[in-house]
């Protein structure tokens, strides 16, 4: 953080922390503050991708499921293909309690080259741990 204090994702990470860690406001904060960095960049860079999927990640962790999905849409519709695009849409979609529609944006981000190893370890995507679709993915590549 001290490095590049204005790196959205360096903010939304830490939210992330935060967030796992209990310490709700504090990420509530972070999350704000990556969010509008991030948007910044996206006023000078509409096509940046990468940072298209985190501002839908903070915007979604913010409360705005509708924003945080245009966004995904939208990169999308400029990354097609790309594993983190489906990765932030399966996060996205387990926070709105859609759990079918993650489980097939994290099929098709693993298809895509996300690591799976990856997907077993993320502390967001708990709400899946025992779903047997998630389980045989995991075990897919391990």
């Not at 960095?37 to 940072?51: C, G, M, Q, S, Y």
């Not at 999927?53 to 915007?59: E, F, N, Q, S, T």
């Not at 099929?107 to 741990?129: C, I, M, Q, W």
Request: glycine content about 8%; cysteine-free; hydrophobic content about 40%.
């Amino acid at each position: 953080m001290e490095l590049n204090p204005q790196q959205p994702i360096n903010w939304i990470n830490l939210a992330d922390a935060l967030y796992q860690a209990g310490h709700i406001k504090g990420a509530e904060e972070a999350y704000s503050k990556g969010t509008n960095l991030a948007e910044r960049r996206i006023a000078v860079d509409r096509d940046d991708f990468d940072t298209i999927w985190i501002l839908a990640w903070g915007k979604q962790m913010l409360g705005d499921n509708q924003v945080a999905r245009n966004y995904i849409e939208r990169g999308m519709s400029i990354a097609r293909g790309d594993p983190y695009g489906f990765y932030y849409s399966a996060l996205i979609s387990v926070q709105a309690g859609r759990h079918d529609t993650a489980l097939t944006a994290l099929r098709l981000s693993v298809d895509n080259g996300y690591p799976v190893t990856l997907l077993a370890a993320e502390p967001f995507l708990a709400d899946l741990k025992n779903n047997e679709e998630f389980q045989m993915l995991v075990r897919s590549e391990n």
